[in-house]
C-alpha cells in the first residue's frame, strides 16, 4: 500500500465498504430465499389458491311420520349496489365513461380539474339512466318509488353510523398516537370508505323464482347496479294451518253442526324453534369455522364470525350439531385455472315424536278462538236460584295454556302445546310478552303447582312406602286439624258460604273421585314432610326431563342452569329443616294435596301419570323418534299394584261416576252435561284446581298491569285408552292458566284432545 | 490551474507528510515533471510525454459499460415477466438512453466543466419550478402526491434526475479546485451545499430521490482526501441525529414505517398487514424465488397473485429474485459491482481531479440507489420511492442513469491536456 497515493487508497477504502454493503445485502437474500425460502414460498403460494365455500343445507325437522315441519328453502334477494342507494353512481359510471373513452394515458395527463370538468358533462345522462333502473326496480318489485327511497333510507341510516364509527376509531388512535409522540394527530382520510359502502344491500328479501327473473334482466341490462343473490331460509310449511273443527261434541254452549274454521298461526313454534343469523362468541368458541391462530380451517361445519345460520331455540338449538352440515369447498388454482371441489354435506333430517296433525288439534282446543280457553258461565255454575256465580276474571276471558300428549309405552311426545305461540304473540310488545308468558314454553318450561292431580300418585307412594294400608278410610269432617277450622279444610266444606257438607267416610277410589282433601291431607301426615317430597322426586319433580329441548349451562355458584326446560320446584334440604324447626304442621299435609312448595310443568304430569298407568315403570318421554332409550324402562318405582289400581279406579270414577269431579258441568238449566264421553274411549282423569300467584291484568294492553285478580290454575290430567282392551294408552295433561275449576275448564280441552286422538287414528273409539 | 495545483500540493505535503507521499523521499521540486501513478499492469510504465494522444480506446468505464447492458437488458426481460407490452418500450428507452450516453460522451468532459455554473442554475431553476404551486397541473402533474414531474409531451422529465448528475459535476469541479474542504469549515461549507438540492426535493416530496445526495458527497469527499476524522464525526453525528429525528421530525406514518422496517427485519410479521404491506410482499417474494428462481410463468402469477405493487418499477428486484433466484440477485449484485469496479479503475486511471471525482461521483450514486432500491426489496430498509438504476421501468430513470454512464465513459476515454498533478497523488 505504501506505494498508493491518498486518492488511491480512498479508491480501494471505497470499493471495500461497497463489497461489505454487497456481502450484507447478499446475506439477506440468502437468509429469505435459503433459510427460510420455503415458508415465504408457502405463504405467497397460498395466493395462488382462491377458495370458495359451498353452503350446507341444514337438516329437515320432521314430525313422526315424516311430515315436514322445518327446512332450508332457496330463494332469492334482491340487492342494489351501494353506489346507488349513496347517488353517486352516475357520477362514478360517467367518469369510468369518460375515462375509457379519453384513454387510460390521456386520462393521467389530464388534471383534476380537467377530468372532472368533462365527467360531469356526462353525469346528467346516466342520471337518466338511473331513474330508469329505478323505475325498472319498483315495477318488478311491485312497489312505489317512496317505498324504494324509504328502503334507501333506511339502509343509508343503517351505513351512515359504521362510517361515522369507523371514522371515529381512526381519530381516536391517531390522537391516541400523537398522544404517545406529542405530535399534532395525522388528519385521517375522509373519503375513505368502509366495505358497507362498497357492497350491494339487500332491498327485497325471499323473493320468488318469477320475481328473480324479472331482477335478473334489469341486472343484464345494466351491470354492477342491482343483483340477485341466492339466500336460503329456513321455512316451517306447517306454521299456518286452517283447522276445520267440529263443533258437534262440544259443551252445548259452544256445540253447533257446523263446524268452526280456526286459522293456527305458529304451530309448534315453541318446540320447533328459531334460528338466528348473528353468530355469539360462544358459538365461535365452541365450534370455530376458521382456526383463530393460524386462519385455516379448523371445521367445515364450524361457524364463521360474522354471519352464519345457527339453531337459537327449541329444537333447531338442541339438535343443532346433527341438523347442520358440512360445508363445500371450491378450490381454484389462479395460475392454471383449475380447481377441485368438494360438494357440501347436509346436515341430517330428523325425525321428531310429534305428529303435526295431532299437534294442530290440540292447539286448535286450546285456541281461545274455539271458546274452550275462555272464561264460560258453565265454569262457574248457577246459584240455586239459578243466578250466575261470579268469578274473577269476566265471561269471554281469554286464557292461555298448555297441553301435551304422550304415548304410555314408548314414551313419545306427541303433542306439546303452548299458547300463545311465538308467531300470535310476535306482535305483543315486549312488556305484554312477558305477561302472557309468550317466549315460555308452558308444557315444560311453566312450572305450576300441581294441585289436587297429585293424589293418585302420593297413594299409591304411601301405599309402597307401607305408611298406609291400601284400603285405609278416611272420615272427611271438612277440616283436617281437630280444632282448626280455619285452615287445611277440604274443598266442599266452606261453611262461610253456607256449604257444610262433609264426603264423610271414604275409601280411596271414592277420595279420588271426589277429590276428597282431608283423605290426603292423612295420607301426606303418614308419610312426613321427607316421605311426600320423596315421592315427588320419585315422579319426577325437581329434575328437567330432558325430552329434547333441554340445555344445561353452567351457572353461578357451580350450580347447573336448565333452559328449554324446567326441573319443578320441591322444597330444598334446609327449607324441610325450617319448616321442622318452626313446627309448620301444616306444610307438610298441604302437600299432600299438592299445594305449598312443589311446583312442576304439564310435561311432569303427564310423565308422573304415564309412569302411574305403567304400574311405576319410568320411561322418559322424548320428542326425538331415534333416540336410543325409546321404550326402555329406565328405572321401577315398584309401587304396590294393588294401590295403583285402586288409584286408577278412582281415576276412572273421576270422570265416569257422577259424583267425580271430572265428570260432568252443569248447565244453566240444571242439566249436567258430562265432561268427556268419547264413545268407545275409557279415561283415567284427575281434575285440579291449583292456587296461583295473583294474575296481573292489563286490560288497556299497554304492558303495565292495572288490576291483580287471584284466580286458580285449571289442571285435567288423565289417560286414554280404549274401551275394548281398558288399557291406558296416551297421557294427557292440560292446564289452564287462571282458568279456575280444573275439571269445568280444562276438561272439555282435555275432552276434546281425546276426540283428536281419535280422530287421527290413536285411539279406535266408536262412531257416535 | 496549476498555481492552485501548485499550492494545494505543497499544502498535503506539509500536512500529510512524507508518510502519505508514494514517491517519498523525493523532494517538492520535481513535482512539476511527475506523471500520476499509474498501474503498471494496465498501462506499462510509460513517460507521459510519450502519449500525448487526448483520446484513447480502452478504458475500464467499458466494464462499466457492459455491466450497464447487462443490466438493462436484464431489467427488461424482469419487466416482461408481468408487463411484456411495458418491456418493448423499455427497449425503446434503453435504445434512447444509450443514444443519449452517446451524446453525452461526445464533447470533452471538461466541457461539462466549463458549462457547471450554467448548468448548477439549470438545474436549480428547475428544481424550483416543480415546486411553484401556481405551475398548472398540466405542466407539473403530482405523482403520488409529488410534484417532481414535468410534463414533456412523449416523455416526462424529473428534474432530480438532472440536479443528481449536475450536483456529482459540481461537486467534483468544487473538490477539485480547492483543497478548503480538507478544513473542519471547508467539510462543512461541502455539507451546506448539499443541502440546497436536497432540500429542494425533499419538498416535492421525493425522499428516496433526497437520501441519494448524502452518500455521495461522503464517497466523493472520501477521496477527494478529507480528513478522516471530519468523515467520521460528521457519519457519528448523523448516526445520532436519527432517533433525534424519529422522535421529533418524522410524522406518524414515516415512524410507522421505521417501525415496521425494524420489526421486518427480525422477523416480527405484526405489520405484514398494514404498514409494512409492500415490504413484507416484496420480502416473501424474494425468499419464494429459492436459489435458482421459479421461472417466468410461476413468477408471473406469483407476483400478479399477491399483489406486489410497483412490481415492474420500484420492486423489480423482488421479481428477479423470484424469477431466478438468489442467483439472480447475485447476477445482479455483482453486475453493479462490475460497474463499481470499472467506475472506481476509470477515475483510478484518470489524471485529472475533476475526471476522477465525477467518476466516484457516477460510481457512488447509483451504488448508493442500489443498495437503497434493494435493500428495501428484501426488508432491510424501509421502502422509499425510488428505482433501481439501469432494471427499473420507466424512461426518465433509465435515461438518467445511461447519461450518468456516458460521462463516465467520456472519462474513461479522455486524457486530461496537460499532466496535471494534484495534492492527491501524494
Known amino acids: 500500500m505504501g506505494t498508493l497515493g491518498?486518492?488511491?487508497?480512498?479508491?480501494?477504502?471505497?470499493?471495500?465498504?461497497?463489497?461489505?454493503?454487497?456481502?450484507?445485502?447478499?446475506?439477506?437474500?440468502?437468509?429469505?430465499?435459503?433459510?427460510?425460502?420455503?415458508?415465504?414460498?408457502?405463504?405467497?403460494?397460498?395466493?395462488?389458491?382462491?377458495?370458495?365455500?359451498?353452503?350446507?343445507?341444514?337438516?329437515?325437522?320432521?314430525?313422526?311420520?315424516?311430515?315436514?315441519?322445518?327446512?332450508?328453502?332457496?330463494?332469492?334477494?334482491?340487492?342494489?349496489?351501494?353506489?346507488?342507494?349513496?347517488?353517486?353512481?352516475?357520477?362514478?359510471?360517467?367518469?369510468?365513461?369518460?375515462?375509457?373513452?379519453?384513454?387510460?394515458?390521456?386520462?393521467?395527463?389530464?388534471?383534476?380539474?380537467?377530468?372532472n370538468a368533462a365527467a360531469a358533462a356526462r353525469v346528467p345522462l346516466w342520471d337518466q339512466?338511473?331513474?330508469?333502473?329505478?323505475?325498472?326496480?319498483?315495477?318488478?318489485?311491485?312497489f312505489d318509488r317512496a317505498e324504494l327511497e324509504r328502503r334507501f333510507d333506511e339502509i343509508r341510516r343503517r351505513v351512515a353510523p359504521r362510517v361515522e364509527a369507523y371514522r371515529d376509531r381512526l381519530r381516536k388512535s391517531e390522537a391516541a398516537k400523537a398522544m404517545a409522540s406529542g405530535d399534532a394527530p395525522a388528519p385521517i382520510a375522509e373519503d375513505e370508505t368502509i366495505s358497507?359502502?362498497?357492497?350491494?344491500?339487500?332491498?327485497?328479501?325471499?323473493?320468488?323464482?318469477?320475481?328473480?327473473?324479472?331482477?335478473?334482466?334489469?341486472?343484464?341490462?345494466?351491470?354492477?347496479?342491482?343483483?340477485?343473490?341466492?339466500?336460503?331460509?329456513?321455512?316451517?310449511?306447517?306454521?299456518?294451518?286452517?283447522?276445520?273443527v267440529e263443533r258437534t261434541a262440544l259443551p252445548s254452549p259452544l256445540r253447533s253442526d257446523k263446524p268452526l274454521t280456526i286459522r293456527l298461526e305458529g304451530v309448534a313454534d315453541h318446540l320447533l324453534g328459531s334460528t338466528r343469523t348473528s353468530v355469539y362468541a360462544d358459538d365461535l368458541k365452541r365450534r370455530p369455522f376458521l382456526d383463530e391462530v393460524t386462519g385455516e380451517i379448523a371445521?367445515?361445519?364450524?361457524?364463521?364470525?360474522?354471519?352464519?345460520?345457527?339453531?337459537?331455540?327449541?329444537?333447531?338449538?338442541?339438535?343443532?350439531?346433527?341438523?347442520?352440515?358440512?360445508?363445500?369447498?371450491?378450490?381454484?388454482?389462479?395460475?392454471?385455472?383449475?380447481?377441485?371441489?368438494?360438494?357440501?354435506?347436509?346436515?341430517?333430517?330428523?325425525?321428531?315424536?310429534?305428529?303435526?296433525?295431532?299437534?294442530?288439534?290440540?292447539?286448535?282446543?286450546?285456541?281461545?278462538?274455539?271458546?274452550?280457553?275462555?272464561?264460560?258461565?258453565w265454569q262457574r255454575g248457577w246459584t240455586t236460584e239459578g243466578e250466575p256465580k261470579q268469578g274473577a276474571l269476566p265471561v269471554g276471558w281469554e286464557l292461555n295454556g298448555a297441553a301435551v300428549v304422550v304415548d304410555i309405552a314408548t314414551g313419545d311426545v306427541l303433542a306439546l302445546v303452548s299458547t300463545p305461540t311465538m308467531r300470535e304473540s310476535a306482535t305483543l310488545v315486549g312488556k305484554r310478552r312477558r305477561m302472557e308468558g309468550a317466549d315460555v314454553n308452558k308444557p315444560v318450561e311453566g312450572v305450576y303447582p300441581p294441585g289436587s292431580i297429585v293424589k293418585p300418585l302420593l297413594f299409591s307412594g304411601a301405599v309402597t312406602q307401607g305408611v298406609v294400608p291400601v284400603d285405609m278410610a278416611v272420615e272427611c269432617k271438612g277440616h283436617f286439624f281437630e280444632n282448626v277450622t280455619t285452615s287445611a279444610r277440604c274443598w266442599i266444606w266452606r261453611p262461610e258460604e253456607g256449604r257444610s257438607g262433609t264426603h264423610g267416610t271414604l275409601a280411596v277410589e271414592e277420595a279420588i273421585a271426589r277429590s276428597c282433601n282431608i283423605y290426603f291431607y292423612t295420607v301426606a301426615s303418614k308419610l312426613g314432610l321427607e316421605g311426600v317430597v320423596q315421592w315427588y322426586r320419585n315422579f319426577g319433580v325437581g329434575e328437567p326431563i330432558d325430552i329434547g329441548l333441554l340445555v344445561t349451562r353452567d351457572g353461578p355458584n357451580?350450580?347447573?342452569?336448565?333452559?328449554?326446560?324446567?326441573?319443578?320446584?320441591?322444597?330444598?334440604?334446609?327449607?324441610?329443616?325450617?319448616?321442622?324447626?318452626?313446627?309448620?304442621?301444616?306444610?307438610?299435609?298441604?302437600?299432600?294435596?299438592?299445594?305449598?312448595?312443589?311446583?312442576?310443568?304439564?310435561?311432569?304430569?303427564?310423565?308422573?301419570?304415564?309412569?302411574?298407568?305403567?304400574?311405576?315403570?319410568?320411561?322418559?318421554?322424548?320428542?326425538?323418534?331415534?333416540?336410543?332409550?325409546?321404550?326402555?324402562?329406565?328405572?321401577?318405582?315398584?309401587l304396590n299394584q294393588t294401590a295403583v289400581q285402586k288409584a286408577l279406579e278412582g281415576l276412572r270414577q273421576a270422570v265416569s261416576e257422577t259424583y267425580g269431579t271430572g265428570n260432568h258441568v252443569t248447565l244453566e238449566d240444571g242439566r249436567q252435561e258430562p265432561i268427556s264421553s268419547v264413545p268407545g274411549v275409557r279415561l283415567w282423569a284427575k281434575s285440579g284446581t291449583a292456587q296461583a300467584p295473583p294474575l296481573k291484568v292489563d286490560n288497556d294492553k299497554d304492558g303495565t298491569s292495572d288490576a291483580?285478580?287471584?284466580?286458580?290454575?285449571?289442571?285435567f290430567v288423565g289417560l286414554a285408552g280404549n274401551e275394548s282392551d281398558r288399557q291406558p294408552r296416551y297421557a294427557i295433561a292440560v292446564l289452564i292458566e287462571y282458568g279456575g275449576s280444573g275439571g269445568k275448564t280444562a276438561g272439555p280441552v282435555a275432552a276434546e284432545i281425546i276426540r283428536s286422538l281419535v280422530r287421527e287414528g290413536y285411539l279406535k273409539g266408536t262412531s257416535p | 490551474m496549476s498555481g492552485a495545483a501548485h499550492l494545494h500540493a505543497s499544502s498535503a505535503v506539509k500536512s500529510d507528510g512524507a508518510v502519505d507521499s508514494p514517491q517519498g523521499g523525493m523532494s517538492s521540486t520535481t513535482l512539476r515533471r511527475r506523471v500520476i501513478w499509474s498501474p503498471g499492469a494496465l498501462y506499462g510504465a510509460q513517460d507521459p510525454r510519450q502519449r500525448r494522444k487526448r483520446f484513447i480506446l480502452w478504458t475500464p468505464a467499458w466494464l462499466s459499460l457492459a455491466a450497464g447492458l447487462f443490466l438493462?437488458?436484464?431489467?427488461?426481460?424482469?419487466?416482461?415477466?408481468?408487463?411484456?407490452?411495458?418491456?418493448?418500450?423499455?427497449?425503446?428507452?434503453?435504445?434512447?438512453?444509450?443514444?443519449?450516453?452517446?451524446?453525452?460522451?461526445?464533447?470533452?468532459?471538461?466541457?461539462?466543466?466549463?458549462?457547471?455554473?450554467?448548468?448548477?442554475?439549470?438545474?436549480?431553476?428547475?428544481l424550483i419550478f416543480v415546486l411553484i404551486p401556481w405551475v398548472p397541473e398540466s405542466i407539473v402533474r403530482p405523482r403520488n402526491g409529488a410534484r417532481s414531474w414535468i410534463a414533456l409531451g412523449p416523455a416526462d422529465f424529473q428534474p432530480s434526475e438532472l440536479a443528481k448528475t449536475v450536483y456529482i459535476l459540481a461537486l467534483a469541479a468544487w473538490l477539485s479546485s480547492t483543497q478548503s474542504h480538507r478544513t473542519l469549515r471547508g467539510f462543512v461549507a461541502?455539507?451546506?451545499?448539499?443541502?440546497?438540492?436536497?432540500?429542494?426535493?425533499?419538498?416535492?416530496?421525493?425522499?428516496?430521490s433526497a437520501l441519494l445526495f448524502l452518500p455521495t458527497m461522503a464517497a466523493m469527499l472520501i477521496t477527494a482526501g478529507a480528513r478522516k476524522r471530519h468523515v467520521i464525526i460528521s457519519v457519528l453525528l448523523g448516526a445520532a441525529m436519527v432517533p433525534i429525528a424519529y422522535g421529533f421530525v418524522l410524522k406518524p406514518y414515516q415512524r410507522a414505517r421505521i417501525d415496521a422496517i425494524i420489526a421486518q427485519v427480525s422477523g416480527d410479521t405484526r405489520y405484514e398487514k398494514n404498514e409494512g404491506f409492500q415490504g413484507w410482499r416484496a420480502m416473501r417474494l424474494v425468499g419464494s424465488g429459492g436459489l435458482i428462481g421459479v421461472g417466468k410463468e410461476h413468477a408471473r402469477a406469483l407476483v400478479t397473485f399477491n399483489g406486489l405493487p410497483e412490481e415492474h418499477n420500484d420492486m423489480i428486484f423482488a421479481v428477479v429474485c423470484c424469477r431466478w433466484g438468489t442467483l439472480g440477485g447475485l447476477a445482479m449484485w455483482g453486475a453493479f459491482l462490475v460497474f463499481a469496479i470499472g467506475g472506481l479503475a476509470t477515475a483510478a486511471i484518470c489524471r485529472d481531479p475533476f475526471g476522477r471525482l465525477a467518476a466516484v461521483g457516477i460510481v457512488a450514486i447509483c451504488f448508493t440507489q442500489m443498495t437503497i432500491n434493494t435493500g428495501m426489496t428484501i426488508g432491510l430498509l424501509p421502502i422509499t420511492g425510488i428505482t433501481l438504476p439501469f432494471v427499473s421501468y420507466g424512461g426518465s430513470s433509465l435515461m438518467a442513469t445511461w447519461v450518468n454512464l456516458g460521462l463516465l465513459v467520456n472519462i474513461g476515454l479522455r486524457r486530461p491536456k496537460s499532466t496535471e498533478k494534484s495534492y492527491l497523488d501524494d
Open chain 1, 6 to 115: 491518498l486518492f488511491h487508497r480512498r479508491l480501494l477504502l471505497l470499493l471495500a465498504i461497497f463489497v461489505i454493503v454487497g456481502f450484507s445485502l447478499a446475506a439477506q437474500l440468502g437468509r429469505l430465499a435459503i433459510v427460510e425460502g420455503s415458508e415465504h414460498s408457502r405463504q405467497t403460494e397460498t395466493f395462488l389458491r382462491r377458495r370458495m365455500f359451498l353452503p350446507s343445507i341444514r337438516g329437515r325437522l320432521l314430525d313422526r311420520n315424516g311430515v315436514t315441519l322445518a327446512e332450508d328453502r332457496a330463494s332469492w334477494d334482491v340487492q342494489v349496489e351501494y353506489a346507488m342507494i349513496a347517488g353517486r353512481w352516475s357520477a362514478e359510471k360517467a367518469r369510468a365513461q369518460v375515462r375509457k373513452e379519453t384513454g387510460a394515458n390521456a386520462w393521467q395527463k389530464l388534471t383534476r380539474e380537467e377530468r
Open chain 1, 129 to 142: 339512466k338511473a331513474e330508469e333502473i329505478f323505475d325498472a326496480i319498483c315495477v318488478a318489485g311491485g
Open chain 1, 196 to 244: 358497507e359502502q362498497e357492497e350491494p344491500h339487500s332491498i327485497l328479501a325471499d323473493v320468488d323464482d318469477i320475481t328473480a327473473f324479472r331482477f335478473q334482466a334489469i341486472a343484464e341490462e345494466e351491470p354492477n347496479t342491482i343483483s340477485v343473490v341466492p339466500a336460503t331460509r329456513r321455512v316451517r310449511p306447517w306454521d299456518e294451518v286452517e283447522l276445520s
Open chain 1, 299 to 377: 371445521d367445515l361445519g364450524g361457524y364463521r364470525a360474522d354471519r352464519d345460520l345457527v339453531g337459537s331455540r327449541g329444537m333447531e338449538r338442541t339438535l343443532e350439531d346433527r341438523l347442520r352440515g358440512l360445508r363445500g369447498i371450491v378450490e381454484r388454482n389462479l395460475e392454471t385455472g383449475e380447481s377441485t371441489r368438494r360438494e357440501p354435506t347436509s346436515g341430517e333430517d330428523v325425525r321428531l315424536t310429534i305428529d303435526i296433525k295431532l299437534q294442530s288439534w290440540v292447539q286448535a282446543a286450546l285456541e281461545p278462538a274455539l271458546g274452550l280457553a275462555k272464561i264460560q258461565q
Open chain 1, 558 to 638: 357451580g350450580r347447573l342452569m336448565h333452559e328449554g326446560e324446567s326441573a319443578g320446584d320441591l322444597p330444598s334440604a334446609e327449607m324441610i329443616k325450617a319448616i321442622r324447626s318452626a313446627g309448620d304442621r301444616a306444610a307438610p299435609v298441604f302437600l299432600g294435596i299438592g299445594q305449598g312448595p312443589v311446583a312442576w310443568t304439564p310435561l311432569h304430569a303427564a310423565s308422573a301419570y304415564a309412569t302411574l298407568a305403567r304400574g311405576g315403570k319410568v320411561i322418559r318421554p322424548s320428542l326425538i323418534l331415534d333416540r336410543s332409550d325409546r321404550s326402555q324402562v329406565t328405572s321401577d318405582l315398584g
Open chain 1, 708 to 715: 291483580t285478580v287471584k284466580t286458580d290454575h285449571a289442571w
Open chain 2, 72 to 126: 438493462s437488458l436484464m431489467g427488461i426481460a424482469a419487466i416482461s415477466t408481468t408487463r411484456p407490452e411495458l418491456a418493448t418500450r423499455q427497449l425503446a428507452f434503453l435504445g434512447v438512453g444509450i443514444a443519449a450516453a452517446v451524446a453525452v460522451a461526445l464533447p470533452h468532459y471538461r466541457w461539462y466543466r466549463r458549462s457547471i455554473i450554467g448548468l448548477v442554475i439549470a438545474a436549480i431553476v428547475l
Open chain 2, 190 to 208: 461541502v455539507l451546506v451545499m448539499t443541502l440546497i438540492p436536497i432540500g429542494l426535493i425533499v419538498l416535492e416530496p421525493d425522499l428516496g
